[in-house]
């Protein structure tokens, strides 16, 4: 599953905040005085305060997570390695020149990897932006101060191809370069000229020669002095050599919380070592468009540490832990009639981990692969996970699932999540009832109000088909035009739409009661939160008046 995939699967999330963890690893924290939170100067935390011990989240109000989905940052991705744990507060209690620091971390980096040199930046999308300024300044702090404004810049291109155009490439658009998108290897090529600033793509297999290719399209650019960028965010870690190093990419970035579960806010840069000073340069706490980047001592310090400890972890025995907890969940699925449990290996280097596809008949259970996932999510203790429907590994029509996967899961999370997965399974569920009759006929024009935040913003629904409860139309956004569905139910009314852009999704999901020809409810947006609207019936304006045709060319204008 690519990168470019797993944001699809974000509105999907039944989650509504970004609470990470479970029982199991609250109460794994530090012992008292060892821990980050609350913690200055070496000092002990105020032992009266209700953020010093493990129930931080809940002393907060909010319900931890059971993490069975993946390295999604809605979720908080992944828990730190304990050698990043230590060194951050090791790193905490003093103080540091943070480009002296840099160079040091660079050096550790390139030692540790093979690569020439390393940044450790703001999250790999932060890691992405500072990487595109360092290839539009080349280093020049004259240019560096004046991003976005591209104006005089010798390079203020970016070619990425369409296969790669996803929401994160935001990082790159965020400095103000103009996006040439390109369909083939041919087109990429007659695509650069002098104005290429740098290439960026999402990773190929390791070796793949092949049009588009990390390989070709590196030998491409390296002949015009191009520099390629490759965006392995949730990739496992490959070292010694970097396999996108060794495919002639210029750099490879990386998320520091995902698989190497080093701090979540920090991300991973390693290639070449004059454009990654380039890098640092563009970054805080240099001034300039990425001033707003800014990763501390500590993210650096356990940056390195959970790297470092990537060396020395055993990866097949982590895949053979992982793979165990799905067995125990699946052991447990096995004993309901009717539910199948199938376990899959990871192939590849992006986010690779063992899956458990746990598959049934939704008209038997009465529930779909949603349901159950929606369920787990929002009662005690709370599980993600991932939801299918339709299609099953049979490929049968009458099949929903619910896929677990095991690279996030603590010690103990594997038994807790089997008999949750069971007992929503058990559950004697009534059938779906019947809908209900349609309230009204909604076809035609309905002006709608939408309430943001701050802002109000007029949309238009237009329902050009009702058959019964099912509607279908076209919804015009502020910018789009979407194809529109949903239903009525009495007098309930859902209708779905999305915002479909080249690298962007925003989706709409609105709900609300009809009364005579208003509907008012809520939006759903997935990551963006929610807002209101309020739809009132279009009604043609007649006056009655006869058309008069006219008769020869007019005597005035």
Request: glycine fraction near 10%; charged fraction near 20%.
């Amino acid at each position: 599953m690519k990168r470019r995939d797993v944001i699809k699967g974000l509105t999907m999330l039944p989650l509504a905040g970004g609470v990470v963890g479970s029982a199991q690893a609250a109460m794994s924290a530090p012992a008292e005085g060892a821990g980050l939170l609350g913690v200055l100067g070496g000092e002990k935390a105020a032992t009266n305060s209700v953020l010093a011990g493990p129930e931080v989240y809940r002393a907060l109000g909010v319900e931890p997570v059971i993490n069975c989905r993946g390295t999604f940052t809605i979720i908080g991705a992944s828990t730190l390695v304990p050698e990043a744990k230590e060194a951050m507060y090791n790193a905490q209690s003093n103080y540091v020149q943070l480009d002296e620091l840099a160079m040091g971390v660079g050096q550790k980096l390139a030692d540790l990897s093979g690569a020439e040199w390393g940044v450790v930046s703001c999250g790999c999308a932060g890691g992405i932006k500072i990487t595109t300024m360092a290839s539009v300044t080349g280093g020049n702090p004259e240019k560096l101060v004046r991003i976005p404004d591209l104006t005089g810049f010798e390079k203020n291109e970016v070619i990425i191809p369409r296969s790669s155009r996803n929401t994160y490439d935001h990082a790159v658009r965020n400095v103000g370069v103009k996006v040439i998108t390109v369909d083939t290897q041919e087109e990429l090529e007659a695509a650069m000229n002098p104005r290429t600033a740098m290439i960026y793509l999402m990773p190929t297999e390791p070796g793949d020669k092949g049009p588009l290719s990390v390989y070709a399209i590196s030998q491409a650019a390296k002949k015009k002095g191009i520099p390629v960028l490759v965006d392995a965010a949730a990739e496992a870690l490959t070292l010694k050599p970097n396999v996108h190093l060794a495919d002639g990419a210029t750099v490879v970035a990386y998320s520091g919380g995902k698989a190497i579960r080093g701090p979540q806010s920090a991300g991973l840069l390693l290639g070449d070592k004059k454009l990654l000073m380039a890098a640092w340069q563009s970054s805080a706490p240099h001034h300039g468009a990425g001033r707003d980047n800014k990763v501390g001592k500590e993210e650096q310090i356990g940056m390195v540490a959970a790297v470092e400890a990537w060396t020395k972890r055993d990866h097949p025995q982590e895949e053979i832990t992982w793979t165990g907890y799905l067995e125990t969940i699946a052991k447990k699925i096995g004993t309901i009639s009717g539910v199948t449990a199938n376990i899959r290996q990871p192939k590849g280097l992006d986010n690779r981990t063992p899956n458990l596809t746990i598959s049934w008949d939704p008209a038997k259970f009465n529930a779909t692969g949603q349901d159950i996932a929606t369920y787990l999510s929002t009662t005690k203790p709370r599980i993600a996970l991932s939801a299918g429907g339709g299609r099953g590994n049979g490929g049968a029509e009458n099949s929903t699932s619910i896929t677990v996967a095991a690279w996030m899961m603590q010690p103990g999370d594997d038994k807790i999540v089997a008999d949750r997965i069971h007992a929503a399974l058990s559950m004697k569920r009534p059938a779906v009832p019947e809908m209900k009759a349609p309230g009204a006929d909604l076809k035609g024009r309905w002006d709608v109000t939408i309430e943001y935040f701050t802002e109000t913003s007029k949309h238009t629904f237009s329902i050009e088909q009702q058959d019964t409860n099912w509607l279908k139309g076209s919804h015009k956004s502020a910018f789009t035009t979407n194809e529109l569905e949903g239903t009525i139910e009495g007098n309930e009314v859902k209708f779905r739409s999305a915002s479909r852009m080249l690298a962007d999704n925003v989706p709409f999901t609105f709900s609300g009661t009809l009364e005579g020809d208003t509907i008012k409810g809520k939006i759903h947006h997935g990551e963006y939160l929610t807002s209101t609207f309020t739809a009132k019936r279009y009604v043609q304006p007649s006056s009655r008046q006869k058309i008069n045709v006219p008769v020869g060319p007019p005597l005035s204008s």
